[in-house]
């Protein structure tokens, strides 16, 4: 079963602009993570967002958690063509607190 | 410094066959993991472990057995592989736990004819 579903299913954008994909979840959480995957290749941990924090900034990427509502927003802004990928979120709703994961977004950045 | 290394980086086997897939960590990881990636969903815990000496049973552990040969080591093994099987398996480690960020190895690609 999948704890985080993320909407849109994929998303295609012009560079420069903006990309935002939600994560919605379940059950409570302790920390909600999301994570990059270029094709062909294994994750890459982008942020981790504990459920006592509302938002979080790395470079270009904005994170926001809105526990309330169990759901999660990834931004990413200025958006390149090397920021084409697959986008997922993680919850550490599994059991034993494991992580669970999502089906994922696919962004292209078309250039 | 390499990370999480997995071999072989893919492989085709027949019904029945088996197989072991390594995975090593050079960042004296206490947990590691293993996850199956299906088209169109996200991955699927098959097993972990927390620390050396200990494994325990993920999401999808059915056809598949693990052994944790020291910290740096974990492998996983298809007795006897199934069509159903075809996939992509990572490998992962994180220095703490399950909720601590995880390292991905760059995967195996497995078809099970």
């Known amino acids: 079963s999948q704890q985080g579903e993320e909407d849109p299913q994929a998303l295609s954008i012009q560079e420069g602009e903006n990309a935002t994909m939600n994560c919605s979840y379940k059950?409570?959480?302790?920390?909600l993570q999301w994570y990059r995957q270029n094709s062909g290749r294994g994750l890459v941990h982008l942020i981790l967002i504990r459920s006592n924090e509302r938002e979080k900034h790395s470079g270009r990427l904005r994170v926001t958690l809105d526990t309330s509502k169990k759901s999660s927003s990834l931004l990413i802004t200025a958006s390149r063509a090397a920021d084409t990928a697959s986008y997922f979120c993680?919850?550490?709703?599994?059991?034993?607190?494991?992580?669970?994961f999502g089906a994922g977004t696919i962004l292209r950045v078309k250039s | 410094n390499a990370g999480v290394t997995q071999t072989p980086k893919f492989q085709v086997l027949k019904t029945g066959q088996s197989m072991t897939l390594q995975c090593a960590q050079d960042?004296?990881?206490?947990?590691m993991y293993w996850y199956r990636q299906d088209p169109g969903m996200g991955l699927r815990l098959i097993y972990y472990?927390?620390?050396?000496?200990?494994?325990d049973k993920g999401e999808v552990p059915n056809g598949y057995n693990v052994s944790r040969l020291n910290k740096r080591e974990f492998s996983l093994r298809l007795e006897s592989a199934a069509p159903s099987q075809t996939s992509v398996y990572f490998c992962?480690?994180?220095?703490?736990?399950?909720?601590?960020?995880?390292?991905f190895g760059p995967g195996t690609r497995l078809t099970v004819l």
């Open positions: 960042m004296n990881h206490n947990s």
């Open positions: 059950t409570s959480i302790n920390n």
């Open positions: 472990s927390a620390s050396e000496g200990t494994t």
């Open positions: 993680a919850t550490d709703a599994g059991r034993g607190n494991k992580l669970v």
């Open positions: 992962a480690s994180s220095e703490y736990g399950s909720r601590d960020t995880q390292y």
